[in-house]
T-cell receptor
Framework: EADIYQTPRYLVIGTGKKITLECSQT?????MYWYQQDPGMELHLIHY???????EKGDLSSESTVSRIRTEHFPLTLESARPSHTSQYLC????????????FGDGTRLSIL | SQKIEQNSEALNIQEGKTATLTCNYT??????LQWYRQDPGRGPVFLLL?????KEKRKERLKVTFDTTLKQSLFHITASQPADSATYLC???????????FGKGTTLSVSS
């Protein structure tokens, strides 16, 4: 089993709130990723990181931001949540190098009222 | 841009049969192609990786093929079991090699 953890698993919150989704991995992986997935749809990459102090935006435009201050920790923040942010957010990590298998957490299901 | 097409309809088979899932891509041939399993409410779990110079890869009851001429990968589960019921995702490297592009997946249902 992969050692990557996401909290909370579920979050229902009102519009305008600031939200931070947590993601931690204990495998020492350099690369970490955030994906957004709606029911029955493909995963869309919204952020990734090659290592500490490295963050990049993915293909899907997102109003969220990320930080990578420690190798094991890659939190995602929404400054002001909106109903359009309702989705499942999946965090993953992989070893350095291209095309390594990704290890996923079980996601945070976010609902903005 | 690269697009991945997987069987949009669910695949229903009987226990003991072989399930075959298809992944087609539209643009450049990737250096690698990966298959993942996703259960409801869970994150994807990595199953197999196949390189462009490999025609076939096996792991226990799983087999993956990769045909760069057809721009297609096939994923086979032999002697399928109800526990194999899940959504199976195909993923390949985007051209810069920084990340993976995922298909929508095919939902497999194995009945006993």
């Amino acid at each position: 089993e992969a050692d990557i953890y996401q909290t909370p698993r579920y979050l229902v919150i009102g519009t305008g709130k600031k939200i931070t989704l947590e993601c931690s991995q204990t495998m020492g992986h350099d690369k970490m990723y955030w994906y957004q997935q709606d029911p029955g749809m493909e995963l869309h990459l919204i952020h990734y990181s090659y290592g500490v102090n490295s963050t990049e935006k993915g293909d899907l435009s997102s109003e969220s931001t990320v930080s990578r201050i420690r190798t094991e920790h890659f939190p995602l923040t929404l400054e002001s949540a909106r109903p359009s942010h309702t989705s499942q957010y999946l965090c993953a990590s992989s070893e350095g190098g291209n095309n390594q298998p990704q290890h996923f957490g079980d996601g945070t299901r976010l609902s903005i009222l | 841009s690269q697009k991945i097409e997987q069987n949009s309809e669910a695949l229903n088979i009987q226990e003991g049969k072989t399930a075959t899932l298809t992944c087609n891509y539209t643009n450049y041939s990737p250096a690698y192609l990966q298959w993942y399993r996703q259960d409801p409410g869970r994150g994807p779990v990595f199953l197999l990786l196949i390189r462009e110079n490999e025609k076939e890869k096996r792991k226990e009851r799983l087999k993956v093929t990769f045909d760069t001429t057809l721009k297609q990968s096939l994923f086979h589960i032999t002697a399928s079991q109800p526990a194999d019921s899940a959504t199976y995702l195909c993923a390949l490297d985007e051209q810069a090699g920084t990340a993976l592009i995922f298909g929508k997946g095919t939902t497999l249902s194995v009945s006993s």
